[in-house]
């Protein structure tokens, strides 16, 4: 039994199992999910836990090279675009921003999808893995 860390198994599996370049996805309640890829519930109720809790989480336990985001979440979303900011800083982290429809597709070649109870919309990001001997960014 771990003493700590993350205690979702499902999501503790996932990370261990990435290998560079690998992508999963945090998003909020009402992201779908693309047949075929792995998603892993966590939604308890409207809000818990909410988008940030989970991506500041797992952004402990995972390497992250790149980040990928739709363009409406700065505009429609600008509380989780901060936090977005604040975790992967433009000058230190790959960043992509495409349509809504884009992000939608590229879901399909996520590990999983990590559903949060968020319920602001646009409160999604795919994370890139790094490789874990890389120099730190």
């Known amino acids: 039994m771990q003493k700590g860390g993350i205690l979702n198994s ?3 599996k996932v990370l261990a199992d990435l290998g560079h370049t690998d992508t999963i ?3 909020d309640c009402g992201l779908p999910v693309p ?3 792995q998603k892993i519930d966590v939604a308890l109720t409207f809000g818990v836990p909410s988008f940030a809790d989970v991506l500041r989480l797992v952004t402990k336990h995972m390497r992250v090279e790149a980040i990928h985001i739709g363009e409406p979440m700065e505009a429609e ?3 989780n675009y901060a ?3 604040e975790l992967f800083p433009v000058n230190r ?3 992509r921003i495409t349509s809504h429809e884009e ?3 590229a879901t399909r070649h996520c590990k999983c999808i990590i559903r949060t109870g968020e319920a602001t919309p646009y409160s999604n990001i795919i994370l890139q893995a790094d490789c874990i001997f890389a120099p730190e960014r």
């Open 10 to 12: 499902h999501i503790a």
């Open 25 to 27: 996805c945090i998003g």
């Open 35 to 37: 047949e075929g890829v």
């Open 77 to 79: 979303n600008p509380v």
């Open 83 to 85: 936090i977005v900011d």
């Open 93 to 95: 982290f790959d960043r």
């Open 103 to 105: 992000f939608k597709e």
